[in-house]
């Protein structure tokens, strides 16, 4: 994921020769060795998009007319744009004498040069979008699914036969498993250094919590639900358990509440009072409330830029019917398993059985008086155990008769 010895390739659609010529000239310092790139002049937007649907490129430079364009048309390199976002993602920089065009669509990853601010500025805009690190994410999913294929498939085609329907199963499997691992870990590093990834691989991002946007269709246990009341946004999380809503055999379904972190105390001790907060109490509270080891009634969970950080409540229990679902502002899912962790730490808080303590006094006062026996040794209390466990029949009239003539 380091980039090292990439090899980058980039369209330009541009139809004045000295302009694609300069971009051309300029695009080795668009990127740092040892990566390079490869540039492809495109002189005219009917060859483009046939371009770029047959072959593969990592970023795409694009003009919005030529001289052939008529007044009032829609620019052809708009048009382009438009196909590209249909088909495949591909980074864009817009470099153009037509900017109010594409103006809304500039983000992250659709960046805009005006014609006259020259070479150097689409030099900064693509850097810009090499620093967001999507491109190398991209190549190194294109090589997973490579090594895939090429390495496992390919050899064990021949085993297991022409099963399409399996293999794409398979892959997709491989992929989410990889992609969820080691590629994610590698290419958090790569963006922040060791704070953007878990100190090891038994542990996970909070951003492992959560698919976002949710799925669309079947609503399933771990939905997080956002309300709105007269300005206040409430969370609620959908705790019936998927197989019911699936199979429509839920008349009514169960919310559980949440709350907003900073309410409680675990938080405001350790945050402390003064305005900037300080953070000079302890945080041992509130690690344990974090870390779910504060009993069964509590479940935090990480905020991010769609929700905040959350506190799930057991306690806080609603029932709406089913259809209501169909109106509910779904803003994001747990994933699996938490989806399914969740439920079932619902189920073991509903389901607690209480039972009066024993009184300490009289067992501590018992064995102050009593000496307890030691076993002697662990084999000598299991060996009668196993010895005595062969089957011995029954009855006399099952065990097996004495042979004739002894």
């Given at each position: 994921?380091?980039?090292?010895?990439?090899r980058w390739r980039f369209l330009v659609v541009e139809d004045k020769v000295d302009v694609a010529d300069q971009i051309e000239e300029a695009a080795?310092?668009?990127?740092?060795?040892?990566?390079?790139?490869?540039?492809?002049?495109?002189?005219?937007?009917?060859?483009?998009?046939?371009?770029?649907?047959?072959?593969?490129?990592?970023?795409?430079?694009?003009?919005?007319?030529?001289?052939?364009?008529?007044?009032?048309?829609?620019?052809?390199?708009?048009?382009?744009?438009?196909?590209?976002?249909?088909?495949?993602?591909?980074?864009?920089?817009?470099?153009?004498?037509?900017?109010?065009?594409?103006?809304?669509?500039?983000?992250?990853?659709?960046?805009?040069?005006?014609?006259?601010?020259?070479?150097?500025?689409?030099?900064?805009?693509?850097?810009?979008?090499?620093?967001?690190?999507?491109?190398?994410?991209?190549?190194?999913?294109?090589?997973?699914?490579?090594?895939?294929?090429?390495?496992?498939?390919?050899?064990?085609?021949?085993?297991?036969?022409?099963?399409?329907?399996?293999?794409?199963?398979?892959?997709?499997?491989?992929?989410?498993?990889?992609?969820?691992?080691?590629?994610?870990?590698?290419?958090?590093?790569?963006?922040?250094?060791?704070?953007?990834?878990?100190?090891?691989?038994?542990?996970?991002?909070?951003?492992?919590?959560?698919?976002?946007?949710?799925?669309?269709?079947?609503?399933?246990?771990?939905?997080?639900?956002q309300e709105e009341s007269n300005g206040v946004k409430r969370y609620w999380i959908l705790m019936t358990p998927?197989?019911?809503?699936?199979?429509?055999?839920?008349?009514?379904?169960?919310?559980?509440?949440?709350?907003?972190?900073?309410?409680?105390?675990?938080?405001?001790?350790?945050?402390?009072?003064?305005?900037?907060?300080?953070?000079?109490?302890?945080?041992?509270?509130?690690?344990?409330?974090?870390?779910?080891?504060?009993?069964?009634?509590?479940?935090?969970?990480?905020?991010?830029?769609?929700?905040?950080?959350?506190?799930?409540?057991?306690?806080?229990?609603?029932?709406?019917?089913?259809?209501?679902?169909?109106?509910?502002?779904?803003?994001?899912?747990?994933?699996?398993?938490?989806?399914?962790?969740?439920?079932?730490?619902?189920?073991?808080?509903?389901?607690?059985?209480?039972?009066?303590?024993?009184?300490?006094?009289?067992?501590?006062?018992?064995?102050?008086?009593?000496?307890?026996?030691?076993?002697?040794?662990?084999?000598?209390?299991?060996?009668?155990?196993?010895?005595?466990?062969?089957?011995?029949?029954?009855?006399?009239?099952?065990?097996?008769?004495?042979?004739?003539?002894?």
């Amino acid at each position: 994921m380091s980039g090292e010895g990439l090899r980058w390739r980039f369209l330009v659609v541009e139809d004045k020769v000295d302009v694609a010529d300069q971009i051309e000239e300029a695009a080795s310092s668009f990127v740092d060795p040892p990566e390079s790139v490869e540039v492809e002049i495109c002189s005219t937007f009917k060859d483009a998009t046939p371009i770029l649907l047959s072959e593969r490129f990592d970023l795409l430079i694009l003009d919005l007319k030529d001289d052939t364009a008529k007044r009032g048309e829609e620019p052809p390199g708009l048009a382009i744009f438009q196909t590209l976002k249909k088909t495949r993602f591909l980074p864009v920089v817009f470099y153009t004498a037509l900017a109010h065009h594409v103006l809304p669509e500039e983000n992250a990853f659709v960046r805009i040069v005006e014609k006259t601010a020259g070479i150097g500025q689409v030099r900064e805009e693509v850097r810009r979008v090499f620093a967001t690190r999507l491109p190398h994410l991209s190549r190194r999913i294109e090589e997973v699914q490579r090594s895939y294929l090429w390495d496992f498939v390919s050899t064990q085609w021949k085993v297991c036969g022409n099963e399409h329907v399996d293999w794409a199963y398979l892959l997709a499997r491989r992929l989410g498993a990889v992609l969820a691992g080691p590629v994610i870990r590698e290419f958090a590093k790569s963006l922040d250094g060791k704070a953007g990834a878990p100190d090891t691989e038994h542990r996970s991002h909070p951003m492992d919590m959560y698919v976002y946007p949710p799925l669309p269709g079947l609503r399933l246990a771990g939905d997080i639900i956002q309300e709105e009341s007269n300005g206040v946004k409430r969370y609620w999380i959908l705790m019936t358990p998927s197989c019911d809503l699936v199979q429509n055999n839920a008349d009514y379904v169960m919310l559980v509440g949440c709350e907003h972190l900073s309410i409680h105390d675990q938080y405001r001790k350790w945050r402390g009072t003064e305005s900037p907060p300080n953070f000079s109490g302890s945080s041992k509270d509130l690690e344990r409330l974090i870390s779910d080891r504060q009993g069964e009634r509590f479940k935090f969970l990480p905020g991010t830029f769609f929700i905040p950080d959350l506190v799930v409540d057991f306690q806080q229990v609603r029932c709406v019917k089913f259809d209501e679902l169909a109106k509910a502002n779904v803003v994001a899912s747990l994933s699996s398993p938490y989806a399914e962790a969740m439920v079932s730490k619902l189920s073991r808080y509903l389901g607690r059985v209480g039972t009066p303590d024993i009184d300490l006094n009289i067992v501590l006062s018992r064995l102050r008086t009593k000496e307890i026996p030691k076993p002697t040794s662990t084999k000598a209390v299991l060996a009668p155990i196993v010895k005595s466990s062969a089957v011995v029949p029954a009855t006399a009239s099952e065990a097996s008769p004495t042979p004739q003539g002894k």
